[in-house]
């Protein structure tokens, strides 16, 4: 077993559409389970990346934990790569950018409609916000990119088949979406 | 106000060609375009308004909100750095009670920064309402906020914060033997047409605002073209930072520049000139007018020259803040009361050039030098110099030198003579030709001013070895970002970027790959762009780069990756709001691994 | 014998007056081009159409083509660098494809796909833009603007109105419309104004119509834009349309 591939996977701020849509590799997940073993995902319960060969991240950095997380994981992974919208430019939490935060954080726990209790959270616990979301490439160095939103299974697929058998990653033209 | 701009547009003869000259004048009195204006303006010259929005949002001098009835700005040329004008620019703020970039409560004032002025040799230089002020330092800083807050009229403002001098320290071929009026146009009709274009011809005078187009074929290529009616164009828009040859010229040379003017209209053909004067140089523009009508009164402008049947006359427009109006097409259409756009080319100017008629636009040196080899012949010329580059080069000289000022060599000089003369110490390195130019080091002061070596509009700028070579760099990489017309992607976009990864280098946020990103960078903007401008706006970069590489190697850090923005600053909105500051409610820039 | 100049070796014909674009494109060799349309005057300001002209870049829809030309057009750099200018088109506005109505149909994106862009390279300049949808039928979102002017040359070119503009300089550029106000309303704009219907991103759309073909069944999730844009200018010659259809046959025009 030692010599399986480790891949790791995470979602920072995203919405686990990529990991979904990975998912609907469907039965191809078996023949993949026979090379490949996971390290940090949602499919195990290891809480910490250990050395991987390949680290997916879906979702861009909106937090501190987000900076973190990604700074573990680019560490630990030989490969790191940007899956879907949301890594590769932000995605739709990014569309927040041209609010000041000050505003976002006002409506959400103090002025908008619906508040009880208006207080802005303070908990030790709770990771803060950044101004603004940012693509994943802004904070570590990526190696890869899967555009998608989310990526289609055949996307998944087609790079992780292409880095197993040592070829260079490439899609083809009807593999590329940006939706 | 109806009554004022109807007055404007009735001295203008509702010509929309006019638009920048219309807004200058709705600026100044009202010191911004009301929305009142567009509209009359739009009615008036029958222009669709957003063709009037669009020009004020295009030139740095006009405002659709208002700026101070004193509007101050301060030369933010690296010249001005180097003298000190942002330590200055930060005492006037405070003196003011005005921040950079921002209008007085009491709308009394308003302070920003701009363009290179022109007055490298008599810095830190500013304008006020678009009169050049020079020399400043705080003592001055204080007469003028005193002046401001006793709201005196600028006639009344004391002549010495407006005093600007010549400077000329060497003079060569041109500027020893100034003509006499008159004395080129009688030669040219005594001697010919034709001949006269020979001569300039047989001269080899090339353009002299850098790009080295040889003068007699661009004159002669517009002559040729079916289109009877033809203009003639001085290009007095030196923008290029470090450059005030032109501002020199203009002063004590003009009636030349005219005369040189009058006798490329003779050759071409034409009935219409224009000096397209950078607004900078507005304390000019009473004197040339002046100049231009002696010229009318003793025949040398107007119906029927010299009464030899030549009918020419010059106009003077004034731009408003574009340093890319320099360039010749995009002048057209700022003469034409437009952006300053450049055109696509071709069709080029001498074929098509203002309102679409064949145009032959020059530099203020070029039409001098014509004029006088109008009067003394090819040979005359032609004997000084170099095989490829004929004649003198008039340069404008500033940074760290005893003798900052006008000079002119002969084409060939090294650039260790010129160091010499100007009493320049301890030199690092020099940057010829401005920010589009090249940046040489002291192991190259053996090579020449040419337009085979160093080609040079006429800025030369010293830096000695006390100056960081990477402020000059961004200084020029901020400027080439501001002036960017916008039109192309990889120059406008470029620009941007190219400011960005440069900061991101030089405040210590980069890291391996970090340079290599910036040469790319520099490539697709020199390569991709649309005209010179974005062509030449990575030259600070890319030749310092190739000169220096540790410098720029030296900033980064020993690390795969660093953000190019502070992430602990990032959470500090976020900190605030929710009363914060343990130590999870911070970031490192960088992190090592944890997990080790 | 026609007059011919080579593209990436081969022989292609073409008339005085033509440019560089309009020779390859009547013998079926795609530029990648996005302020471009065959009907308008020739913009040359999106810089995708770049050629290397006898070791020249130049632009091809502005640049005559001339006996003797030696053209390169699909090499490894070329291609490379149009990937870069397409990037910096993408990061200096707010592109955010899954949320936009014009996705599969937008040029942009199609430009992007074709040249096997898979992300952003540059950092992201997020700037903060206003969408207009005051008016009834017709939009604008400036975060997907990028500038091509191809409405502003609709509006006054085909439309006989002056609707839109550029204004700004450098960085600051952007769209401005001809009202008082500021806004679309107050313009003499019709959704069945050409200049509706030519824009190659989704800054200008017809409300209530985005979602009647559904993603993935969309022109450039079936078709590569060089397939797409080739057959349309074969398509000529456009009078054979109808008015609103004579233009922008690379858009698809939906709710008709």
Not at chain 1, 18 to 30: A, N, T, V
Not at chain 1, 88 to 103: Q, S, V
Not at chain 2, 403 to 420: C, H, S, V
Request: glycine share 10%; hydrophobic share 35%.
């Amino acid at each position: 077993m030692a010599n399986k591939i480790r891949v790791a996977t995470t979602s920072l701020a995203g919405c686990f559409g990529c990991h979904m849509s990975f998912l609907d590799i469907d039965e191809r997940m078996l023949q993949l389970a026979e090379v490949v073993e996971f390290d940090r995902s949602p499919i195990t319960d290891i809480e910490h990346c250990t050395n991987c060969d390949i680290g997916l991240i879906e979702g861009g950095v909106c937090n501190s934990e987000n900076v973190h997380v990604l700074r573990e994981f680019r560490n630990n992974c030989k490969i790191l790569v940007a899956v879907g919208a949301c890594a590769i430019n932000g995605g739709l939490p990014a569309m927040r950018n041209h609010i000041p935060l000050e505003e976002c954080l006002n409506e959400a726990y103090l002025d908008g409609i619906g508040v009880e209790n208006p207080k802005i959270p303070s908990d030790i616990e709770l990771p803060l916000l950044l101004n603004q979301v940012h693509p994943i490439h802004e904070i570590v160095k990526i190696d890869y990119y899967l555009p998608g939103c989310p990526p289609s299974a055949d996307v998944f697929w087609k790079f992780l088949t292409d880095l197993i058998e040592g070829r260079e990653p490439s899609l083809p033209y009807e593999l590329v979406h940006y939706d | 106000m109806k009554q004022f701009i109807q007055g404007i547009i009735d001295n203008n003869q509702y010509q929309a060609t006019h638009l920048l000259q219309i807004l200058r004048q709705i600026q100044s009195h009202y010191h911004y375009i009301p929305e009142d204006a567009i509209g009359q303006l739009a009615s008036l010259l029958s222009i669709p308004r957003t063709q009037i929005i669009g020009v004020v949002e295009f030139y740095s001098f006009f405002h659709l909100s208002p700026r101070g009835q004193y509007e101050l700005l301060i030369s933010d040329s690296i010249t001005d750095h180097m003298l000190g004008s942002k330590d200055l620019l930060a005492y006037l703020a405070g003196k003011l009670g005005v921040a950079v970039g921002e209008v007085s409560a009491d709308g009394l004032v308003s302070l920003d920064k701009t363009s290179c002025t022109g007055m490298c040799d008599q810095g830190p230089a500013g304008l006020v309402n678009g009169h050049a002020l020079t020399h400043l330092d705080r003592a001055a800083c204080d007469k003028i906020a005193e002046l401001v807050k006793q709201q005196k009229p600028l006639e009344q403002w004391p002549g010495e914060l407006f005093q600007v001098d010549d400077n000329i320290l060497k003079s060569g071929l041109l500027l020893n033997q100034p003509l006499e009026q008159g004395a080129a146009l009688r030669t040219v009709f005594r001697r010919g047409i034709k001949e006269t274009l020979a001569e300039i011809n047989q001269s080899g005078l090339r353009g002299r605002g850098g790009a080295g187009f040889k003068t007699a074929s661009k004159w002669q290529f517009c002559a040729e073209e079916a289109e009877t009616q033809r203009y003639v164009v001085c290009n007095a828009d030196e923008g290029e930072p470090g450059t005030f040859k032109d501002r020199v010229l203009l002063n004590t040379y003009a009636d030349q520049v005219f005369e040189g003017m009058t006798v490329c209209a003779a050759i071409i053909g034409a009935k219409q000139g224009f000096v397209y004067l950078r607004g900078e140089y507005l304390h000019l523009y009473d004197k040339l007018q002046n100049m231009l009508a002696q010229r009318r009164q003793n025949g040398l402008l107007g119906n029927d020259i010299l009464g030899e049947g030549l009918d020419f006359d010059i106009e003077i427009c004034l731009g408003a803040g574009a340093y890319i109006c320099g360039e010749e097409s995009a002048l057209i259409e700022s003469l034409e009361g437009k952006a300053g756009i450049p055109r696509n080319r071709p069709p080029y100017p001498v074929t098509q050039g203002y309102l679409g008629k064949p145009t032959v636009v020059n530099n203020v040196e070029t039409f001098m030098a014509a004029a006088a080899i109008a009067v003394n012949g090819g040979d005359w010329f032609a004997r000084i110099g170099t095989e490829k580059s004929n004649g003198s080069k008039i340069l404008s000289i500033s940074g760290d030198c005893a003798r900052p000022g006008i000079y002119e060599y002969p084409f060939g000089t090294t650039i260790q003579t010129i160091l010499n003369d100007c009493g320049a110490e301890n030199v690092q390195g020099v940057q010829v030709g401005g920010p589009s130019g090249t940046f040489i080091s002291n192991q190259e002061f053996g090579r020449k001013l040419a337009f085979e070596d160093l080609a040079t509009g006429g800025s030369f700028i010293i830096f000695n070895t006390s100056r960081n070579i990477l402020d000059m760099v961004h200084n020029f990489a901020h400027f080439f970002a501001h002036e960017s017309c916008g039109f192309c992607t990889p120059c406008r976009v470029g620009t941007s970027l190219l400011q960005k990864q440069l900061d991101k280098i030089v405040e210590g946020h980069g890291s391996a790959g970090d340079v290599v990103a910036l040469e790319e960078l520099c490539q697709l903007v020199k390569n991709y762009s649309h005209c010179g401008l974005g062509q030449t706006a990575a030259n600070p970069i890319l030749t310092t780069l190739e000169r220096y590489p540790d410098l720029y190697q030296n900033k980064l850090k020993e690390i795969s990756y660093e953000p190019g923005f502070d992430l602990d600053a990032a959470l500090e909105t976020a900190r605030r709001m929710a009363n914060r500051d343990d130590a999870g409610a911070h970031l490192a820039q960088i992190e090592v691994n944890e997990h080790e | 014998m026609s007059k011919t100049i080579t593209i990436d070796g081969k022989i292609i014909p073409f008339e005085d007056g033509q440019t560089i674009m309009d020779a390859a494109m009547a013998a079926g060799v795609y530029i990648p081009h996005l302020c471009h349309q065959p009907e308008f005057t020739p913009h040359g300001s999106c810089k995708l159409c770049t050629v290397n002209v006898n070791g020249r870049n130049c632009s091809a829809c502005t640049f005559p083509a001339l006996e003797g030309q030696d053209i390169l057009n699909e090499t490894e750099e070329l291609i490379e660098d149009r990937k870069k200018i397409t990037q910096m088109l993408f990061v200096e506005g707010n592109h955010f494809c899954p949320s936009c109505e014009k996705t599969g149909n937008c040029q942009l994106q199609a430009v992007a796909y074709h040249l096997n862009m898979l992300d952003n390279h540059f950092p992201l300049f997020y700037p903060d833009r206003e969408v207009d949808a005051s008016h009834a039928e017709v939009m604008i979102d400036h975060n997907r603007c990028i500038f091509c002017t191809l409405c502003v040359r609709a509006s006054h070119e085909k439309d006989g109105k002056d609707v839109f503009a550029i204004s700004g300089r450098g960085i600051h550029k952007h769209l401005i419309v001809n009202a008082k106000s500021g806004l679309l309303k107050d313009t003499d704009i019709d959704a069945s104004d050409q200049a509706v219907h030519i824009c190659p991103t989704g800054a200008l759309l017809v409300k209530r119509t985005g979602y009647q073909v559904p993603i993935g069944e969309r022109i450039y999730d079936h078709k590569q834009i060089d397939q797409v844009a080739l057959a349309a200018s074969g398509s000529r010659p456009v009078a054979a349309l109808p008015p609103s259809m004579a233009v922008g046959t690379e858009n698809i025009k939906h709710g008709e």
